[in-house]
Nanobody, 124 residues
């Protein structure tokens, strides 16, 4: 089992940047595929970006391509999400999630563990 704790959220103006972190417990972080998802009020939780366990495969939602970058540091058991050129429509609670199969797919139902989320608010 793995526990996930997100941090780095906050309030930022449109066009600004934030970097989210997701710290994972346990010694098997490197074996998990990882993903970032977000949920805005009144909306379904949606896929943002994901990365396979070894890092060569990444998937991005079209809405964030070219603006967001996912990375992982397996030595530090940490997942990152660099968010640039933020827009008001990026406002949501951001969750990181772990996939035991290691694929890191865009399908949220393939993820086994979830963090508690961190709020990102982008003002116009």
């Amino acid at each position: 089992q793995v526990q996930l704790v997100e941090s780095g959220g906050g309030l930022v103006q449109a066009g600004g940047s934030l970097r989210l972190s997701c710290a994972a417990s346990g010694r098997t972080f490197s074996s998990y595929g990882m993903g970032w998802f977000r949920q805005a009020p009144g909306k379904e939780r949606e896929f943002v970006v994901s990365i396979s366990r070894s890092g060569p495969s990444t998937y991005y939602a079209d809405s964030v391509k070219g603006r967001f970058t996912i990375s992982r540091d397996n030595a530090k058991n940490t997942l990152y999400l660099q968010m640039n050129s933020l827009k008001p429509e990026d406002t949501a609670v951001y969750y990181c999630a772990a996939d035991r199969r290691g694929r890191g797919s865009p399908n949220r139902y393939e993820y086994d563990y979830w963090g508690q989320g961190t709020q990102v608010t982008v003002s116009s």
